[in-house]
């Protein structure tokens, strides 16, 4: 199939690209389709279901969330870990002088 695209109008060139873009849909699913396939197919010559392989932990990996450190007093159901970002509600009892102490579990 050719394309004179010089001679196309915006129109024309419009709807192409939209059917194009709705073509390489497809064909990334029907990829990824065909790329589980062929890995389950893998995982199940080696004796495993791909699903058991995908859950496991990653080496060194705890798993498992980690159990709180600080809790909201205004609302217990809000706590954190002490890892990653401080929510928000910390942050802004921190910025009105409260100490972090104040949180502890």
Same mark, same amino acid.
């Given at each position: 199939?050719?394309?004179?695209?010089?001679?196309?109008?915006?129109?024309?060139?419009?709807?192409?690209?939209?059917?194009?873009?709705?073509?390489?849909?497809?064909?990334?699913?029907?990829?990824? *389709?065909?790329?589980?396939?062929?890995?389950?197919?893998? &995982?199940?010559?080696? /004796?495993? $279901? !791909?699903? #058991?392989?995908?859950?496991?932990?990653?080496?060194?990996?705890?798993?498992?969330?980690?159990?709180?450190?600080?809790?909201?007093?205004?609302?217990?159901?809000?706590?954190?870990?002490? *890892?990653?970002?401080?929510?928000?509600?910390?942050?802004? &009892?921190?910025?009105? /002088?409260? $100490? !972090?102490? #104040?949180?502890?579990?």
């Amino acid at each position: 199939m050719e394309f004179k695209l010089d001679e196309m109008s915006r129109s024309d060139l419009q709807h192409l690209q939209a059917e194009v873009e709705k073509a390489l849909k497809k064909a990334e699913k029907r990829d990824r *389709r065909e790329a589980l396939r062929a890995a389950e197919q893998a &995982a199940a010559e080696f /004796g495993y $279901p !791909l699903d #058991e392989l995908l859950g496991a932990a990653p080496a060194g990996a705890t798993g498992g969330k980690l159990p709180p450190k600080y809790r909201n007093p205004g609302n217990p159901d809000q706590t954190w870990s002490g *890892r990653g970002r401080r929510p928000r509600w910390l942050v802004e &009892a921190q910025q009105q /002088g409260r $100490p !972090l102490s #104040e949180f502890k579990i």
